[in-house]
């Protein structure tokens, strides 16, 4: 008896080491094919569509759940393990299926945007069937299984930006496919060793055949991966509308690389300058579109002349000021620097977010671009423009920001989606401090349509920057705006045609000799003026720059002259447009022309239609089986949705706050998703080490502390960011990891708590049963953790969406005032679930 029992132990044992090395490497491979494909979508598709990869995760995730919920009556338990070895060779085949259908099968256009994302959750359905069968395989170790679930997201954080670097996006795809047949490895390297050691009773899998093909898939993605490698065979192509496609027609040097948040294209010209006058040596290109030019210089002034023919040239004309320093935000392939050393700037600091753009500067520049990385007169620091300028106390004369992101997103309505912390009136106010003198002017080259946001942002900002000056000044006399031409069209169905803006906001009025210049180069340029100093100002625009609406230098012919840009830059049957608040640090979405996007409108209809269709499909198994949830399982479920709802509310949000304290894009990702979910990994295991026979007690002394440290963010948390950005960065990760591993760890109680809950309900309903007063309580009986964990996912879709949604209407602060909620929401189906359970078992024990 005993030998058994210890057998019996022994084999359990093993079957759970099994669970929790597979669950740690599908998490660890989830999570990097969630983070790859946001990449693979911003070259296929859009930016805004990338942001649509946690949806698709989410999704099919929770389908597999639900899936495996549904079916798990009709399957044995010792059966599980070579289930769960079947869904995880499901998942390592479909990923380089996926890669080649995406790549080479479904065109890359927007148009197919719903077949991208049916083919994108077919590996996330996979893995989410083998992730529920691990927790119904052995419930009882919730609390390990969810912790090692964790861990594993976090570590694939970690090694994320490695990897892409290292290999690109498709190479990585291929890598997942090869670590999701390592678990069927695992197995049957365990089924040879019992085999050696006699010990068939210790088996957790009785079969070869289903492990061994674990072996096949590993032989095949070590062949694809090996000539992708070497031929990049299963290379992505660009979206049909994006520059690459069209602009490496007729160039066969084109080199690409990869990081953690771009793609960056080099595309090498040819031809002689002196035929032809085109002077960019080569185009770097960010995913697959947003170009960046590198130009010929030989280095000597005498070849700078020809700079003074752009129109961004004009504010060093203005200034006429010699051995000035100059800050260039986003410096890109260099033609801001080159501007500005043309005109006489002898101190350029120039700020740019991606390492890979200066690379190709420096490789493909060289001598014949003026090695501007390389010059003593510039100084480089790789460094978001928002946390370098909040981090320094320099004062400038001129500081530049030109096109810094996609006129082709705009196109595609592309940014509508992602915050910007350049383009808010905290990031304007900072930029007004840090002008030097009288004289100092902020230079901004945007296009013709962003206006309506562009310039209520630039007034909001002079209107609070005079509030904290003892020097009121007429802000009207500090805005230049003038459109260059020609344009940019882009079409063909229909054309539309984007003109360049050059914004000058100064911190002090236009002198009289800087307006002649003005109008002298508006005129040999063929320019069209937006605003003036103390001139025109064209509607209507002219009711934020002029007191009243008084627009006395208008007349007909300006107005007839400006009324074709007018058109373009503002929409009169759209005046939200015009209305909406200019963006903040808060609500930073500069690109967003509607408070709601209509990409977004059709994101949460198609988001809520599928949760709908899940429910009703949930609703109709239970009546066909006759299963009837119990009172207290009824509040399970609200719990779970809640708790999902609210982690997603809090985890997005904290990453778009902290982004401006980490400055880069994956540094913020890296970091603040490590920190979340290593938190609430340890905090599900001690949720069970220390209340595993009263998980409700783990539930009521987690969540009110929960809400009271959210609601200190709420209050503190925007002014400590504020006050760290001068930080050098391990003491920013440092600061990062202490403010949001407490939460993240009282987030880790929730989940296993409530699934331990549910397992106790159901023991209690049991008994109510047996005795014949409960009627048929057959779902409660068991586990519901597949259930549970398959709601908890699917309402985590949804908050995807309304998080983003949120935070475009009320601001990240308001977010955060919505996951307490949540959470308190939570707390209080938890209340209400064990006074129904506590109910409940006195009927048992009394009958």
């Known amino acids: 008896m005993k030998r058994t029992c210890a057998r019996s132990e022994m084999r359990s044992n093993t079957l759970l080491a099994f669970l929790l090395a597979s669950l740690f490497i599908l998490s660890l491979s989830v999570l990097l094919f969630e983070l790859t494909l946001t990449r693979i979508f911003s070259i296929i598709l859009w930016y805004n569509y990338a942001f649509m990869a946690i949806s698709v995760a989410f999704f099919g995730l929770g389908i597999g759940a639900l899936l495996v919920h549904i079916i798990k009556n009709r399957m044995k338990r010792e059966e599980l393990p070579n289930k769960i070895i079947q869904s995880t060779i499901g998942f390592a085949v479909s990923l380089p299926i996926f890669l080649f259908v995406i790549g080479h099968v479904i065109p890359p256009s927007i148009a197919f945007i719903y077949l991208f994302f049916l083919a994108s959750s077919i590996p996330f359905f996979f893995a989410g069937l083998s992730m529920a069968l691990i927790y119904l395989a052995m419930p009882s170790q919730i609390t390990k299984l969810y912790f090692i679930d964790l861990a594993g997201a976090s570590a694939a954080t970690l090694i994320l930006d490695p990897l892409i670097r290292g290999l690109g996006a498709e190479s990585v795809l291929l890598v997942i496919s090869l670590l999701g047949t390592l678990p069927p490895i695992i197995a049957y390297a365990s089924l040879l060793s019992n085999q050696r050691q006699k010990q068939i009773s210790d088996r957790f899998i009785n079969e070869r055949k289903p492990a061994a093909y674990g072996f096949i898939v590993l032989l095949v993605s070590a062949v694809l991966l090996a000539a992708n490698l070497h031929s990049n065979i299963l290379a992505i192509q660009p979206g049909e509308s994006k520059g690459l496609r069209y602009l490496s027609l007729g160039y066969n040097d084109v080199s690409t690389k990869w990081n953690s948040f771009s793609r960056i294209d080099v595309v090498k010209h040819t031809g002689d300058i002196s035929k032809t006058g085109f002077r960019d040596l080569a185009s770097i290109l960010i995913d697959a579109d947003a170009l960046t030019p590198i130009l010929k210089w030989n280095g000597s002034f005498s070849d700078r002349q020809w700079l003074k023919g752009y129109m961004d040239y004009m504010p060093y004309e203005m200034s006429k000021m010699n051995n000035s320093r100059t800050l260039v935000i986003g410096s890109g392939g260099g033609e801001d620097i080159l501007v500005a050393l043309s005109a006489g700037s002898n101190n350029v600091t120039a700020v740019e977010l991606n390492p890979l753009i200066v690379s190709a500067v420096k490789q493909y520049g060289g001598n014949s671009a003026g090695n501007l990385?390389?010059?003593?007169?510039?100084?480089?620091?790789?460094?978001?423009?928002?946390?370098?300028?909040?981090?320094?106390?320099?004062?400038?004369?001129?500081?530049?920001?030109?096109l810094v992101d996609s006129w082709a997103a705009q196109l595609a309505g592309g940014y509508a989606l992602s915050?910007?912390?350049?383009?808010?009136?905290?990031?304007?106010?900072?930029?007004?401090?840090?002008?030097?003198?009288?004289?100092?002017?902020?230079?901004?080259?945007?296009?013709?349509?962003?206006?309506?946001?562009?310039?209520?942002?630039?007034?909001?900002?002079?209107?609070e920057y005079e509030k904290g000056t003892s020097n009121q000044q007429d802000i009207s006399k500090q805005i230049l705006v003038v459109e260059d031409s020609p344009g940019l069209t882009f079409g063909p169905n229909p054309q539309r045609t984007f003109y360049p803006v050059l914004l000058v906001i100064k911190n002090s009025p236009f002198t009289a000799s800087e307006l002649a210049l003005i109008k002298e180069r508006v005129n040999k340029g063929d320019a069209k003026v937006i605003a003036m100093p103390g001139g025109y100002v064209q509607p209507p625009y002219d009711r934020l720059l002029l007191s009243g609406g008084n627009n006395?230098?208008?007349?007909?012919?300006?107005?007839?002259?400006?009324?074709?840009?007018?058109?373009?830059?503002?929409?009169?049957?759209?005046?939200?447009?015009?209305?909406?608040?200019?963006?903040?640090?808060?609500?930073?979405?500069?690109?967003?022309?509607?408070?709601?996007?209509?990409?977004?409108?059709?994101?949460?209809?198609?988001?809520?239609?599928?949760?709908?269709?899940?429910g009703l499909l949930l609703v109709y198994y239970s009546k066909v089986n006759k299963i009837r949830l119990t009172s207290s399982s009824r509040f399970h479920i609200v719990f779970a949705m809640c708790i999902g709802l609210g982690f997603i509310f809090l985890e997005i949000t904290f990453i778009q706050k902290f982004l401006l304290l980490l400055g880069t894009?994956?540094?913020?990702?890296?970091?603040?998703?490590?920190?979340?979910l290593l938190s609430t990994g340890i905090g599900a295991y001690l949720s069970g080490k220390l209340f595993h026979k009263n998980p409700y007690r783990a539930?009521?002394?987690?969540?009110?502390?929960?809400?009271?440290?959210?609601?200190?963010?709420f209050v503190f948390l925007q002014g400590i960011i504020e006050s760290a950005i001068v930080l050098q960065l391990p003491e920013r990760i440092a600061l990062t990891f202490a403010l949001l591993s407490p939460t993240g760890f009282l987030m880790g109680f929730q989940f296993p708590s409530i699934t331990r809950m549910a397992s106790s309900?159901?023991?209690?309903?049991?008994?109510?049963?047996?005795?014949?007063?409960?009627?048929?309580?057959?779902?409660?009986?068991?586990?519901?953790i597949t259930l549970l964990w398959g709601v908890n996912v699917i309402a985590s879709v949804v908050g995807t969406v309304l998080t983003a949604t949120s935070s475009m209407i009320i601001g990240f602060n308001g977010n955060l005032l919505i996951?307490?909620?949540?959470?308190?929401?939570?707390?209080?189906?938890?209340?209400?679930?064990?006074?129904?359970?506590?109910?409940?078992?006195?009927?048992?024990i009394d009958k």
């Open 373 to 402: 990385y390389n010059r003593k007169d510039v100084q480089l620091s790789i460094d978001d423009g928002r946390r370098f300028i909040s981090s320094t106390n320099t004062k400038y004369d001129t500081i530049v920001i030109k």
């Open 419 to 463: 915050e910007n912390y350049l383009y808010t009136v905290e990031a304007f106010k900072q930029y007004l401090n840090h002008l030097n003198g009288v004289n100092g002017k902020l230079v901004m080259v945007r296009w013709s349509t962003e206006l309506p946001r562009l310039i209520p942002l630039a007034v909001e900002a002079l209107r």
């Open 552 to 614: 006395s230098n208008n007349n007909d012919q300006q107005q007839q002259q400006h009324q074709q840009t007018l058109q373009v830059s503002y929409d009169p049957q759209r005046p939200s447009f015009f209305e909406l608040k200019p963006p903040t640090d808060d609500s930073p979405f500069f690109f967003a022309t509607q408070l709601v996007p209509s990409q977004m409108v059709l994101l949460i209809e198609t988001v809520l239609g599928v949760s709908a269709v899940l």
């Open 665 to 676: 894009p994956i540094m913020a990702l890296t970091v603040i998703l490590f920190s979340i």
């Open 699 to 713: 539930i009521m002394i987690s969540i009110p502390p929960l809400a009271v440290l959210v609601l200190l963010y």
């Open 761 to 784: 309900s159901a023991s209690n309903s049991l008994k109510q049963e047996l005795h014949g007063n409960e009627g048929s309580a057959s779902g409660s009986r068991g586990q519901d």
């Open 819 to 844: 996951g307490v909620g949540l959470y308190l929401g939570a707390l209080g189906s938890a209340v209400t679930a064990q006074k129904i359970t506590q109910k409940i078992g006195r009927k048992a």
